[in-house]
């Protein structure tokens, strides 16, 4: 046996077969596109998308770009978060920009300040609540998170409702929920303290820390180990003592409660909330976690594959911005991006299989 091979009862380890780990792909995919858009943009435009050619800056990085890059992803990455641990599970939501609209009008309802300008605000949704601490407001929009994903979690789990209809049901369901809270009227004027939440860079920050945490714990805690197990092979995870209803309930609430938050922090930063905010929210966050390397098959993935993702997400929108192009030719760029994503994920298994 050669001094590269060894193994028990015939079995080799052979390091030329050693694959290397998917985050890796979707990194140089990243730097891939920022390089076309970087030729793109001295081609067309005379300068480039991230790189400070003119000495505007002070620094060799275009800062103002590189800000509105991550922003423009950090809310939608924070739902991004919660499908990434759906779909590693083996499932799908489709409900987080139904669950967006609602809190954030439920939210908003309990952030509003008293008065306006020394009069009464005359958008007041509850007679004597308001200027309430900033804790309140984010407790309940949590809460109405929370009991969206218990929803979705208990209809997959013990039903057997499959995930597409349990999901499409509750997106449904909370965006009409989100157009009767307030007979479709938008809400506003919050206060200072809710305000500060969306505040800058603030959303970029919460995403940053919420991607840190969930990948520690997919990585290290029984939660993810069950997770990827069951995604793996749900028969074999509930013959090996795992409480898979449970532990699926448990992932869909958390991916309610990131959808909440998120909803938080985007009426927080916008100061009202609508009841059409978040559509198409579920979808964007679905292509950042499949660009990112998330197999749609369940069982592989990472929080780190999700957060390149986003950012490859943000180059593409800036980028197409930065060149002047029409929005729709993003939605077509993404959709390509999305189908190629899953084709590659589909080919790397399938190369995955041949070396065993």
């Known amino acids: 046996m050669s001094k590269n091979q060894h193994g028990i009862g015939g079995l080799t380890f052979d390091s030329k077969k050693k694959a290397r780990a998917p985050e890796w792909n979707v990194f140089f995919a990243l730097l891939l596109i920022v390089v076309i858009f970087e030729g793109l943009g001295q081609a067309l435009m005379g300068q480039s998308l991230l790189f400070d050619t003119g000495d ?7 800062e103002a770009r590189l800000k509105i890059i991550i922003l423009q992803v950090a809310i939608i990455g924070i739902i991004a978060l919660g499908s990434t641990q759906v779909i590693i599970l083996g499932g799908i939501d489709l409900s987080p920009g139904s669950v967006v609209g609602v809190t954030a009008m439920v939210a908003m309802s309990f952030a509003q300040v008293g008065e306006i300008n020394g009069m009464a605000n005359p958008k007041l949704m509850f007679e004597g609540i308001y200027n309430l601490p900033v804790i309140l407001p984010v407790l309940v929009g949590l809460c109405v998170g929370i009991l969206a994903g218990a929803v979705n979690g208990a209809l997959i789990a013990y039903t057997k409702i499959p995930p597409f209809i349990a999901t499409l049901g509750m997106m449904v369901t909370a965006r009409g929920a989100a157009k009767w809270w307030s007979k479709g009227q938008p809400i506003s004027f919050p206060t200072d303290g809710y305000a500060a939440l969306g505040k800058g860079m603030m959303p970029v920050v919460i995403f940053i820390l919420l991607a840190i945490l969930f990948h520690l714990i997919l990585k290290y805690t029984v939660y993810g180990k069950h997770t990827y197990a069951i995604g793996s092979n749900e028969q074999a995870s509930r013959m090996s003592g795992i409480k898979v209803e449970r532990h699926k309930m448990l992932v869909y609430t958390i991916a309610g409660a990131l959808a ?27 292509a950042m976690v499949v660009i990112g390397g998330v197999s749609l098959t369940g069982g592989r993935g990472s929080i780190l594959g999700t957060v390149l993702g986003a950012l490859i997400f943000g180059v593409i929108i800036s980028g197409f911005t930065f060149l002047k192009l029409d929005a729709y030719y993003q939605e077509m760029v ?7 994503a899953v084709v590659l994920d589909q080919f790397r298994q399938q190369r995955a299989a041949s070396r065993m």
């Open 56 to 62: 505007r800056f002070g620094t060799i990085f275009n």
């Open 260 to 286: 909440a938050l998120a909803a938080v922090v985007l009426s927080s930063k916008n100061l009202t909330a609508q009841a059409g905010m978040g559509v198409m929210y579920e979808l964007d966050a679905i």
């Open 334 to 340: 993404k959709g390509v991006i999305i189908v190629g």
